[in-house]
């Protein structure tokens, strides 16, 4: 996983008040459409907030307050290319315990040039929705030293849309930070903070099969790899600026404590069918390593054929 550092300076409060309110739309009503098409589609977006700051106490203790936020409505259009009921009723025929897993697929309309497949076409609503918020306070403890105290916030939520799952995400990174500055004389300044950081990531489909399907010559039924995290991060700098005539030199010290917490369901499997157009040949069962014998044996299906425990796939022969 590769990352990057962003440095920040948020707005502080002053002796007067002052506030903002603001929006940012775009609609589809506005839209101009392509001279051959008969519309557009659906698509609204608003970004709004506001912010206040001003003075508790003018001169010495200030605060500033900002929230902002996304609504977003759009409709992806989704296709694909799916068996039709002649050939789920030949592969429930053959194996009826395969009978639900070919049936997960949604019914095509659609004829195309193989007899064996249907063309599905359907939409999504995929509202990304966003709430971010900020609060911070500034202190001037003495006319050397200045206290600051910042807590923000952000929760995303959306969903997105697929053949076999829509898959819901959401995500909130709340950080916080305490900085204190110093200054010993015109050419020593001193400046240190104390920082926390959290993601709380989750991401959840709803699936109707426990599995994910590959059958040669239709789309896939790919499930997601979901799963959820929460990384935390703590964190102390300390920088020091010392200016000497002409030149300026400056010191730094950062120590950060940084956990990942990662969970992947144990349940994540695969089905692959190797077949051709007419007949259901072969079928591999993947399963996530490390794996123990009682996985084996929880992960195979119910199929007439032979399988192999000594083996990572289970292989059913018709």
């Given at each position: 996983?590769?990352?990057?550092?962003?440095s920040?300076?948020?707005?502080?409060?002053?002796?007067?008040?002052h506030?903002?309110?603001?929006?940012?739309?775009r609609?589809?009503?506005?839209?101009a459409?392509a001279?051959?098409?008969?519309?557009?589609?659906?698509?609204r977006l608003?970004?709004?907030?506001?912010?206040?700051?001003?003075?508790i106490?003018?001169?010495?203790?200030?605060?500033?307050?900002?929230?902002?936020?996304?609504?977003?409505?759009y409709?992806q259009?989704i296709s694909?290319?799916?068996?039709?009921?002649?050939?789920?009723a030949?592969?429930?025929?053959k194996?009826?315990?395969l009978?639900p897993?070919?049936?997960?697929?949604?019914?095509g309309t659609?004829?195309?040039a193989?007899?064996?497949?249907?063309?599905?076409i359907?939409?999504?609503?995929t509202?990304p929705n966003e709430?971010?918020?900020?609060?911070?306070?500034?202190?001037?403890?003495?006319?050397k030293?200045a206290?600051?105290?910042?807590f923000n916030t952000?929760?995303?939520?959306?969903?997105?849309?697929a053949l076999?799952?829509n898959?819901y995400t959401?995500?909130t990174?709340p950080?916080?930070?305490?900085?204190?500055?110093h200054t010993?004389?015109?050419?020593?300044l001193?400046?240190?903070?104390i920082?926390?950081?959290r993601d709380?990531?989750?991401?959840?489909g709803?699936?109707k099969?426990?599995?994910?399907?590959s059958i040669?010559?239709?789309?896939?039924?790919?499930?997601g790899?979901?799963?959820s995290?929460?990384?935390?991060?703590f964190?102390?700098?300390?920088n020091?600026?010392v200016s000497?005539?002409?030149?300026?030199i400056?010191?730094?010290?950062?120590?950060?404590?940084?956990?990942e917490?990662k969970v992947?369901?144990?349940?994540?499997?695969?089905?692959?069918?190797?077949?051709?157009r007419t007949s259901?040949?072969t079928?591999w069962?993947?399963?996530p390593?490390?794996?123990?014998?009682?996985?084996?044996?929880?992960?195979?299906i119910?199929?007439?054929?032979?399988?192999?425990?000594?083996?990572?796939?289970?292989?059913i022969l018709?």
């Open positions: 996983m590769a990352g990057g550092q962003v920040m300076v948020s707005k502080g409060g002053t002796n007067e008040f506030g903002s309110l603001y929006e940012y739309l609609n589809s009503f506005f839209y459409h001279f051959d098409t008969p519309g557009v589609s659906p698509f608003n970004n709004f907030g506001a912010s206040f700051g001003g003075p106490i003018r001169n010495k203790l200030f605060f500033f307050v900002n929230y902002e936020a996304v609504r977003q409505v409709f259009p694909a290319i799916v068996p039709t009921d002649a050939y789920r030949q592969v429930a025929q194996s009826p315990a009978a897993l070919i049936n997960a697929y949604p019914e659609v004829r195309t193989d007899p064996n497949a249907l063309l599905w359907s939409s999504g609503r509202p709430d971010a918020g900020l609060f911070r306070v500034d202190y001037a403890l003495s006319d030293t206290v600051s105290i910042r952000d929760t995303y939520r959306t969903t997105s849309v076999a799952e898959t959401t995500m990174p950080n916080a930070v305490i900085d204190v500055q010993f004389s015109p050419t020593v001193n400046d240190a903070r920082g926390f950081n709380d990531y989750v991401d959840i709803d699936g099969t426990p599995y994910s399907l040669t010559g239709f789309d896939s039924y790919a499930l790899d979901h799963s995290r929460i990384d935390i991060s964190s102390f700098v300390d020091a600026t000497r005539g002409r030149h300026t400056k010191f730094d010290v950062e120590v950060r404590r940084m956990q917490n992947h369901p144990l349940a994540a499997q695969g089905l692959s069918y190797l077949a051709r259901l040949t079928c069962i993947r399963i390593t490390p794996c123990p014998a009682w996985r084996l044996r929880r992960a195979r119910p199929v007439t054929g032979t399988s192999s425990m000594n083996s990572r796939s289970a292989r018709h």
